[in-house]
């Protein structure tokens, strides 16, 4: 499974992105998340969605954050608004057949994309 994220790049505090990630076959890619990593930090589960397109948040997103998934698209998103400079971190798009209570463990996932930078000043 080929994992592209997209969308990234430097804004403002209060600012919004929206970061993409394509595939060539979302609707088998499994369960799909957005994680995240910060220079000298662990990586954190950011959003998630099922292969029912049921959605998951981290308690960081705080209600700014929206995980969708266009299946005629094959694209994943993550609408983010009002963000903060603590929201800088490379952000990575990942799938695979995982179960919801584990949708935050990066290493359940076999497939990643190469990540998009997100910068907030």
């Known amino acids: 499974v080929q994992l592209v994220e997209s969308g990234g790049g430097s804004v403002q505090a209060g600012g919004s992105l929206t970061l993409s990630c394509t595939t060539p076959?979302?609707?088998?890619?499994?369960?799909m998340t957005w994680f995240r990593q910060a220079p000298g930090k662990e990586r954190e589960g950011v959003a998630s969605?099922?292969?029912?397109?049921?959605?998951t948040y981290a308690d960081l997103t705080n209600g700014r954050f929206r995980i969708s998934k266009d299946i005629t698209k094959n694209i994943l998103s993550l609408v983010m608004h009002n963000l903060k400079p603590e929201d800088t971190a490379m952000y990575y798009c990942?799938?695979?057949?995982?179960?919801?209570?584990?949708?935050?463990?990066?290493?359940?996932?076999?497939?990643w994309g190469k990540g998009t930078q997100v910068t907030v000043s």
């Open positions: 990942a799938a695979g057949p995982v179960m919801p209570y584990q949708w935050s463990q990066g290493d359940k996932y076999p497939y």
């Open positions: 076959y979302l609707s088998g890619a499994g369960r």
């Open positions: 969605m099922s292969v029912n397109g049921v959605p």
